[in-house]
């Protein structure tokens, strides 16, 4: 199979996935008590009122029909109005979209060279105590959920000592502009990735240490700085490549709890406003840039897959 067909295979595999996604997400909020028009009643709504407020929003509509009206309106973008504001929706996914990119960019960006210098340090020091600590601060971590994590360091380094900001509150979104704002949050969302990744550099390195091509090496007279930086690292890589698309995934999701939790006014933040308020339109619009987000990368990961072992892929 060739490297086209397979993508297209894989593209159309996707947006079944993204329609699946998108579906899900409409009937569970469907399922959820209430809807936008009891939530713009106020705390003592007047059943007429509701009736009135759920046939302006147009709520009255079987949901099968506003289902499939906002289902016609993606291929043009359109991703329809809150049902709350009125704003587009394509709005609310411009305003949340920039904290967001910063997060999960900065994240990646720090996310590579840390993970290669944590898993090289503890490979080449195997056995020592700067192996062991870095084993078991990385058990702790990884065992540690995201939010939890967050709790803790918002309360020792935000509230106690005070070096700190606990929340983004204050910075309009412009995170770049407060950088102490965004060491809290990134530290949340590195700390388990590097953990995973890490050892599989780790272990990668010990097994490229120990090969035979690398003793051959050593033999030749080649420097051991060469032989671990042109040899064995490189393929020590080759599995922390790998766990690096699943990463990608993991942290759409770890993204939500970080904004949650620091008040960070991104994607995830409008996320758990608009599950709060039964805003469908602005949840179904985040669900498809979740879902696309998702089926891109992982695509991305099938190809480089498929690249460098056609056949292993195209039987997968």
């Known amino acids: 199979m060739s490297l086209g067909r397979y993508a297209v295979r894989r593209l159309a595999v996707g947006l079944f996935q993204v329609l699946a996604v998108v579906t899900a997400v409409f009937l569970l909020v469907q399922a959820l008590p209430g809807d936008a028009a009891v939530v713009l009643a106020g705390d003592n709504p007047d059943p007429r009122r509701i009736g009135e407020i759920r046939v302006a929003m147009g709520l009255d509509r079987p949901p099968l029909d506003r289902f499939l009206a906002w289902l016609g309106g993606l291929p043009h973008l359109d991703f329809g109005v809150s049902l709350i504001s009125g704003r587009p929706v394509a709005e609310f996914l411009a305003d949340g979209l920039g904290p967001t990119v910063v997060l999960a960019g900065l994240t990646l960006v720090l996310l590579i060279p840390l993970s290669v210098l944590v898993g090289v340090l503890a490979a080449l020091r195997e056995g020592s105590l700067l192996d062991r600590a870095l084993t078991s601060i990385s058990v702790a971590l990884y065992s540690m ?4 994590l967050a709790v803790v360091l918002i309360a020792v380094f935000g509230v106690q ?14 995170l770049l502009a407060h950088p102490a704002v965004l060491v809290l949050p990134l530290v949340v969302l590195l700390a388990r990735p590097i953990c995973s990744i890490s050892r599989l550099v780790r272990a990668g390195m010990l097994g490229s240490l120990g090969s035979d091509y690398v003793r051959h090496a050593r033999r030749l007279g080649i420097g051991a700085g060469r032989i671990r930086l042109a040899h064995a690292l490189p393929n020590a890589l080759a599995p922390a490549v790998q766990q690096l698309a699943r990463t990608t995934d993991w942290l759409l999701g770890g993204v939500i709890v970080v904004e949650a939790v620091f008040v960070i006014p991104g994607l995830g933040t409008t996320l758990v406003d608009a599950v709060a308020g039964r805003d469908l339109p602005v949840v179904q619009g985040l669900a498809v840039v ?14 480089a897959a498929f690249r460098l072992a056609p056949r292993s892929a195209g039987i997968a």
């Open 161 to 174: 000592l005070r070096w700190l900001p606990p929340t983004a509150v204050g910075t309009g979104g412009d």
């Open 145 to 148: 959920p995201e939010f939890a």
């Open 290 to 303: 979740f879902a696309v987000t998702t089926v891109l990368v992982n695509l991305l990961a099938d190809l």
